[in-house]
């Protein structure tokens, strides 16, 4: 399985950013995409995760009501959409596969490279 994540950039405060992680390889119904993000000299850090299959998206707090992620299964992608940045969102963010859902990034066994993400005050 190889995960591709792109759509970092730069934006303002209050702004929007979608990005995108496609998975190359075979995905089951049963297996979860999950989106983290880590700032300089920060703990990885779970932003949220979904199914590819059906199923509850679960969130961290710090981004609920903000950030939703949706999935395009014919697409093997995975979106996360974010809205309402704030210059804490500022961070590399990477997504990963795993077998369950969980908020701990050991339990992913795949991920992308990491794209940045630069929210200016």
């Known amino acids: 399985v190889q995960l591709q994540a792109s759509g970092g950039g730069l934006v303002q405060a209050g702004g929007s950013l979608r990005l995108s992680c496609a998975a190359s390889?075979?995905?089951?119904?049963?297996?979860?995409m999950g989106w983290f993000r880590q700032a300089p000299g920060k703990e990885r850090e779970f932003v949220g995760t979904?199914?590819?299959?059906?199923?509850?998206?679960y969130y961290a707090d710090p981004v609920k009501g903000r950030f939703a992620i949706s999935r395009d299964n014919a697409k093997n992608t995975v979106y996360l959409q974010m809205n309402s940045l704030k210059p804490e969102d500022t961070a590399v963010y990477y997504c990963?596969?795993?077998?369950?859902?969980?908020?701990?990034?050991?339990?992913?066994?795949?991920w992308g490279q990491g794209t940045q993400v630069t929210v200016s005050s």
């Open positions: 979904i199914r590819w299959g059906a199923g509850t998206n």
């Open positions: 390889g075979r995905t089951f119904s049963s297996h979860v």
């Open positions: 990963a596969r795993g077998r369950s859902v969980s908020s701990d990034y050991r339990t992913y066994d795949y």
